[in-house]
T-cell receptor, first 110, second 114 residues
Framework: KNEVEQSPQNLTAQEGEFITINCSYSVGISALHWLQQHPGGGIVSLFMLSSGKKKHGRLIATINIQEKHSSLHITASHPRDSAVYICAARGYTSGSRLTFGEGTQLTVNP | KAGVTQTPRYLIKTRGQQVTLSCSPISGHRSVSWYQQTPGQGLQFLFEYFSETQRNKGNFPGRFSGRQFSNSRSEMNVSTLELGDSALYLC?????????????FGPGTRLLVL
């Protein structure tokens, strides 16, 4: 069992739909990161969470420390949101070492 | 500020050769981490440097090594290349090495081993 698991692995949506990507982790963490990777490889850090909820534009990330679970929501999805979304957990004692989920390939059709 | 830069962007090598990849962090950032991304294994942590010291190392063989210079630029080296080393190699920099630091990723170096 991976320390960080994401679901679903693939997600296809129509423009305008509300999207949820889930991330579960099995270890104690100091922070949970959500990353976005576009074709070509570049990775952008979207959120870093240690508790509660963060919002940036149409993106919302939540984390439940007790349940070891985080979600990334995209409201009013758009084709430009098509990318791979990756969650990554950082432990308490591992410095800046990140453990990554397998990623969720999101395709938003117009 | 300029972002994280990596050179070269693309590289083709043959088995048995060695390769050196370079990463220049965002100005003022002192921590650099390296990651390998492959279709089969996803993203995996290689190592992390802070102020020229390796603070953390992932589960990779000794063929993978790295270093950081006094200007925070970092290099990673892979010796005796194997086909399985074909991957996207990403570096990320952060201001410090604390657990709450945001990492900023470079565009990656795509290595193909033939």
């Amino acid at each position: 069992k991976n320390e960080v698991e994401q679901s679903p692995q693939n997600l296809t949506a129509q423009e305008g739909e509300f999207i949820t990507i889930n991330c579960s982790y099995s270890v104690g963490i100091s922070a949970l990161h959500w990353l976005q990777q576009h074709p070509g490889g570049g990775i952008v850090s979207l959120f870093m969470l240690s508790s509660g909820k963060k919002k940036h534009g149409r993106l919302i990330a939540t984390i439940n420390i007790q349940e070891k679970h985080s979600s990334l929501h995209i409201t009013a999805s758009h084709p430009r949101d098509s990318a791979v979304y990756i969650c990554a957990a950082r432990g308490y004692t591992s410095g800046s070492r990140l453990t990554f989920g397998e990623g969720t390939q999101l395709t938003v059709n117009p | 500020k300029a972002g994280v830069t990596q050179t070269p962007r693309y590289l083709i090598k043959t088995r048995g050769q060695q390769v050196t990849l370079s990463c220049s962090p965002i100005s003022g950032h002192r921590s650099v981490s390296w990651y390998q991304q492959t279709p089969g294994q996803g993203l995996q942590f290689l190592f992390e440097y802070f102020s020229e010291t390796q603070r953390n190392k992932g589960n990779f063989p000794g063929r993978f090594s790295g270093r950081q210079f006094s200007n925070s630029r970092s290099e990673m080296n892979v010796s005796t290349l194997e086909l399985g080393d074909s991957a996207l190699y990403l570096c990320a920099s952060s201001l410090g090495a604390g657990v709450q630091e945001t990492q900023y990723f470079g565009p990656g170096t795509r290595l193909l081993v033939l």
